[in-house]
């Protein structure tokens, strides 16, 4: 009898065969590349999610910014009425924004996606203007979904009235209400978010 037999046949039951290797090589590599996929979605959510919350933050920000300056409205340095323009995605009007005693001409507009805010201050001389080209112009919201921002209304309940037919007579304005919807990507998680405030335009409950 060989006496290395038992031993040969001892390493063959305990080993690999080559196809058994390969096997556990590639789901080993398979599983490898779920873990990897996993945590790259988690980490594309995250982005999203931060960039969800940012996009919120500024809108919320930016509409109670808005209420301050919309009630305090009144006419411009020129003697002009204290809206100026007012369409479903652009809200022009007169209001001292920053407490110097002096009316700017503050612009509202949606260009694209963005929300972006004008302001331009008065000329000292007289007769006193605005010129378009003084205007600094910023960027108050991003990612916004593309669609109606201001809607109009005149004096009494919104629900009675209903809004002001375009093109909007800036005389019968009395209340705005102001909605806006972020969303990076409508076909990614997560889900879009909408803010919307009512202002009552104080200054313009009587006639100006």
């Known amino acids: 009898m060989d006496p290395y037999r038992p031993i040969a046949l001892s390493m063959k039951q305990s080993g690999f065969t080559l196809i058994e290797l390969l096997v556990g090589i590639a789901l080993m590599t398979l599983a490898l590349g779920f873990v990897t996929l996993f945590a790259m979605d988690i980490s594309d959510f995250g982005s999203d999610l931060n960039t969800r919350l940012e996009t919120e933050r500024e809108l919320d920000l930016t509409l109670r910014t808005m209420i301050s300056e919309i009630r305090s409205m009144g006419p411009g340095e020129n003697g002009a009425y204290p809206i100026a323009i007012a369409s479903a995605s652009a809200f022009t009007f007169f209001s001292d924004i920053d407490g110097d005693n002096s009316f700017e001409q503050v612009r509202y507009f949606l260009d694209g996606t963005t929300l972006k805010k004008g302001v331009t201050e008065p000329t000292g001389t007289e007769p006193v203007q605005y010129p378009p080209a003084n205007e600094v112009v910023s960027e ?69």
């Open 140 to 208: 108050a919201v991003h990612w916004l979904v593309p669609g109606p921002i201001f809607t109009y209304y005149p004096a009494g309940l919104p629900s009675e009235t209903g809004p002001l037919a375009a093109p909007v007579d800036v005389s019968a304005i009395r209340l705005l209400v102001i909605s806006g919807t972020t969303d990076q990507d409508a076909s990614q998680p997560p889900l879009p978010s909408t803010l919307s405030i009512t202002v009552t335009i104080r200054n313009l409950r009587g006639d100006i």
